[in-house]
């Protein structure tokens, strides 16, 4: 079992930054692929940014390409979300997501099996 907190949340104008965290606890061993996924009211939750632990680049939506940077340390535990030049398109629940397996396509929901409770970004015109 593996346990998922995220933090780093907040509110902020349109252009500025936030890094987010997912604290990772339990048998974290057992995570290979890790993502972060967003889910605004009334829309489906996407794939922002995932990696695939010590195997390969990471992956990104378009959406945030050249905006966000998934990054993680492994001695913490912890996977990171950088996000630069925010838009009010990226208000959103933030959530982390950890998979038992090394996912195809990790920017799709399905196939992850720990999720966090999520941290709210909210960003302003």
């Known amino acids: 079992q593996v346990q998922l907190v995220e933090s780093g949340g907040g509110s902020v104008q349109a252009g500025g930054s936030l890094r987010l965290s997912c604290a990772a606890s339990g048998y974290t061993y057992s995570s290979y692929s890790m993502g972060w996924f967003r889910q605004a009211p009334g829309k489906e939750r996407e794939g922002v940014a995932a990696?695939?632990?010590?195997?390969?680049?990471?992956f990104y939506a378009d959406s945030v390409k050249g905006r966000f940077t998934i990054s993680q340390d492994n001695a913490k535990n912890t996977l990171y979300l950088q996000m630069n030049s925010l838009k009010p398109e990226d208000t959103a629940m933030y959530y982390c997501?950890?998979?038992?397996?090394?996912?195809?396509?990790?920017?799709?929901?399905?196939?992850?099996?720990?999720w966090g409770q999520g941290t709210q970004v909210t960003v302003s015109s």
């Open positions: 997501a950890s998979a038992r397996t090394w996912l195809s396509s990790p920017l799709f929901r399905y196939g992850y099996n720990y």
């Open positions: 990696i695939n632990i010590g195997a390969g680049s990471p």
